[in-house]
T-cell receptor, first 114, second 115 residues
Framework: AQSVTQLDSQVPVFEEAPVELRCNYS??????LFWYVQYPNQGLQLLLK??????LVKGINGFEAEFNKSQTSFHLRKPSVHISDTAEYFC????????????FGQGTELSVKP | EAGVTQFPSHSVIEKGQTVTLRCDPI?????LYWYRRVMGKEIKFLLH????????ESGMPNNRFLAERTGGTYSTLKVQPAELEDSGVYFC?????????????FGPGTRLTVT
């Protein structure tokens, strides 16, 4: 079985400050890793994914994440946030060879203040 | 290219009634997924279609939920009879094919409220 824990339910930050959203996972099988973002009144949008290769993954809108296998973590970072980054962020895993289904964390609400 | 669409955007029904949610995936996407987010909880997988076949329905909560995907195009999720704990946001997602399972595109969701 798999589980995903997002360590912060809410993260307030000032504009242009750096931010890190934390994600840890547990799985008895190998998994792929994802971060999704949901802006108000919209569907989830894929920010980035780790399937293989370099453990540092770059995504859209200046976000990046680092896969740490020993710590089973996949934290999301951005060096300088904008007001428009205010949204809910979801970390997710997908077990190998299980059809692509996603197991999500509880979500982190990022609030960027001027 | 149109994205994943879902209808209705909101539905308010009474306990015991029936509701049918619809999802139209991106044209040509073989894979269709249903997920649900109950308030305050994580988004949970319900089931996965490949074309018109149910590939994985391990997340369906009980037999009050029935999903179909006629002709491998749009999908419906029927809840009959609805219970209070069925309230939440139901998301649909689609992806292209076997080599693109991990590129899922989500719809805006249907917010279901059972009173």
């Amino acid at each position: 079985a798999q589980s995903v824990t997002q360590l912060d339910s809410q993260v307030p930050v000032f504009e242009e400050a750096p931010v890190e959203l934390r994600c840890n996972y547990s799985s008895s099988v190998s998994v792929y890793l994802f971060w999704y973002v949901q802006y108000p009144n919209q569907g989830l949008q894929l920010l980035l994914k780790y399937l293989s290769g370099s453990t540092l993954v770059k995504g859209i809108n200046g976000f990046e994440a680092e896969f740490n296998k020993s710590q089973t973590s996949f934290h999301l970072r951005k060096p300088s946030v904008h007001i428009s980054d205010t949204a809910e962020y979801f970390c997710a895993v997908s077990p190998y060879n299980q059809g692509g289904k996603l197991i999500f964390g509880q979500g982190t609400e990022l609030s960027v203040k001027p | 290219e149109a994205g994943v669409t879902q209808f209705p955007s909101h539905s308010v029904i009474e306990k015991g009634q029936t509701v049918t949610l619809r999802c139209d995936p991106i044209s040509g996407h073989d894979n269709l997924y249903w997920y649900r987010r109950v308030m305050g909880k994580e988004i949970k997988f319900l089931l996965h279609f490949v074309k018109e076949s149910k590939q994985d329905e391990s997340g369906m909560p009980n037999n009050r939920f029935l999903a179909e995907r006629t002709g491998g195009t749009y999908s419906t999720l029927k809840v009959q009879p609805a219970e209070l704990e069925d309230s939440g946001v139901y998301f649909c997602a689609s992806s292209l094919g076997q080599g693109n399972l991990y590129e899922q595109y989500f719809g805006p969701g249907t917010r279901l409220t059972v009173t």
